[in-house]
């Protein structure tokens, strides 16, 4: 659950599984959006379902309901639409529901992977916050006393702590007005692209960023040819739900020049950074023997698992660069403190 959107994932896939077992057993979808609405945990959640419960009771079709709540997104309409006019919605929201599922679980894997390196960035952040703020300004006084010349890495710490005393509101203020400043600029299509951009290029990290998008588009294409749409369906829905702007540019030609006749394989070799050869041959080789559901399920277990392993190899990248830099910052601070002191002790023998 987020500030962004107020249904945690883990509720959608348990409403979706929900629903695809009450719509099997055969109970009608009203009873079932108020019956699932009585044992929703968020308030957001059980106000969607006693609004479907009362567009259905109207005749609104499933699809459209959703389509209006901001809780759910083009992925989740497109699969209740298919299964409305394919007659299979108790099929289709197990493969939502499915889909979901394995979303959210790759999504955990990477937040776990990562974890360690923002606990100690945050410790590291919170601890020179707490010397800046409480411990420095102590030793302030003493260092004015000391009749030697104070070594850069004191007068820089001493500088800093005067700055906080004085002036540690307006210096937070403006820090967090930056962030904001920098967050609202993100939102510009043109500046989120370049971010965008920059993220697939950075080392190690861009390269689980490309299997990332790799991962979603195998595992989107596998459930939605399962559940009747035609590629270009598929691709116009996957180039909405990938979540970096070169991938969804990239996706958006691909399904132009497929409805123009060209092949899914060739189509994507206009873009070798973005989709490996690996992936490609894969796709051509499903094109070939008509069994692009079994290509792509191959592509998407292929990247998850990759996924899965670079994620978990994360710390012990990042875990070197982390404590070299931790390590950086004790000795500044040590020398800052201690070279005085020790200049002065030196001095009186």
């Given at each position: 659950?987020?500030?962004?959107?107020?249904?945690?994932?883990?509720?959608?896939?348990?409403?979706?599984?929900?629903l695809?077992?009450?719509?099997?057993?055969?109970k009608?979808?009203?009873?079932?959006?108020?019956?699932?609405?009585?044992?929703?945990?968020?308030?957001?959640?059980?106000?969607?379902?006693?609004?479907?419960?009362?567009?259905?009771?109207?005749?609104?079709?499933?699809?459209?309901?959703?389509?209006?709540?901001?809780?759910?997104?083009?992925?989740?309409?497109?699969?209740?639409?298919?299964?409305?006019?394919?007659?299979?919605?108790?099929?289709?929201?197990?493969?939502?529901?499915?889909?979901l599922?394995?979303?959210?679980?790759?999504?955990?894997?990477?937040?776990?992977?990562?974890?360690?390196?923002?606990?100690?960035?945050?410790?590291?952040?919170?601890?020179?916050?707490?010397?800046?703020?409480?411990?420095?300004?102590?030793?302030?006084?003493?260092f004015?006393?000391?009749?030697?010349?104070?070594?850069?890495?004191?007068?820089?710490?001493?500088?800093?702590?005067?700055?906080?005393?004085e002036?540690?509101?307006?210096?937070?203020?403006?820090?967090?007005?930056?962030?904001?400043?920098?967050?609202?600029?993100?939102?510009l299509?043109p500046?989120?692209?370049?971010?965008?951009?920059?993220?697939?290029?950075?080392?190690?990290?861009?390269?689980?960023?490309?299997?990332?998008?790799?991962?979603?588009?195998?595992?989107?294409?596998?459930?939605?040819?399962?559940?009747?749409?035609?590629i270009?369906?598929?691709?116009?829905?996957?180039?909405?739900?990938?979540?970096?702007?070169?991938?969804?540019?990239?996706?958006?030609?691909?399904?132009?020049?497929?409805?123009?006749?060209?092949?899914?394989?060739?189509?994507?070799?206009?873009?070798?950074?973005?989709?490996?050869?690996?992936?490609?041959?894969?796709?051509?080789?499903?094109?070939?023997?008509?069994?692009?559901?079994?290509?792509?399920?191959?592509?998407?277990?292929?990247?998850?698992?990759?996924v899965?392993?670079?994620?978990q190899?994360?710390?012990?990248?990042?875990?070197?660069?982390?404590?070299?830099?931790?390590?950086?910052?004790?000795?500044?601070?040590?020398?800052?403190?201690?070279?005085?002191?020790?200049?002065?002790?030196?001095g009186?023998?």
């Amino acid at each position: 659950m987020s500030l962004l959107d107020p249904i945690s994932p883990q509720e959608k896939v348990d409403f979706v599984k929900n629903l695809s077992l009450l719509v099997r057993s055969g109970k009608p979808i009203n009873e079932s959006f108020e019956l699932l609405g009585r044992q929703a945990r968020s308030p957001a959640l059980k106000k969607t379902l006693d609004n479907a419960k009362d567009k259905t009771e109207k005749g609104t079709s499933l699809y459209q309901i959703f389509e209006e709540s901001p809780h759910f997104g083009k992925v989740f309409v497109s699969f209740l639409r298919a299964g409305e006019e394919s007659g299979t919605l108790d099929q289709n929201l197990e493969y939502l529901a499915d889909w979901l599922e394995r979303n959210n679980q790759l999504k955990k894997e990477i937040g776990s992977a990562t974890l360690y390196p923002k606990i100690i960035v945050t410790f590291a952040v919170i601890l020179g916050g707490a010397l800046s703020v409480f411990v420095l300004p102590q030793l302030v006084p003493i260092f004015g006393t000391l009749d030697v010349a104070l070594p850069l890495t004191t007068r820089v710490l001493l500088y800093v702590s005067e700055l906080m005393q004085e002036s540690g509101v307006f210096v937070l203020a403006g820090l967090f007005g930056f962030l904001l400043f920098f967050w609202l600029l993100l939102k510009l299509r043109p500046i989120k692209r370049i971010w965008h951009i920059l993220q697939l290029k950075i080392p190690v990290a861009g390269s689980i960023a490309k299997e990332y998008q790799l991962t979603i588009i195998a595992q989107l294409i596998t459930t939605l040819f399962r559940s009747g749409l035609t590629i270009n369906n598929s691709l116009d829905i996957i180039s909405d739900s990938v979540t970096n702007i070169r991938y969804q540019e990239a996706l958006n030609e691909v399904n132009e020049r497929v409805a123009r006749g060209t092949s899914f394989a060739e189509a994507m070799e206009a873009h070798p950074s973005l989709f490996p050869s690996v992936f490609i041959s894969v796709v051509a080789t499903g094109e070939e023997t008509g069994s692009y559901g079994d290509s792509f399920k191959y592509l998407a277990d292929f990247f998850a698992q990759r996924v899965t392993e670079r994620t978990q190899k994360l710390p012990t990248v990042i875990e070197p660069v982390l404590l070299i830099a931790i390590g950086l910052f004790v000795a500044f601070i040590a020398s800052a403190i201690i070279m005085p002191i020790y200049d002065v002790t030196r001095g009186l023998y």
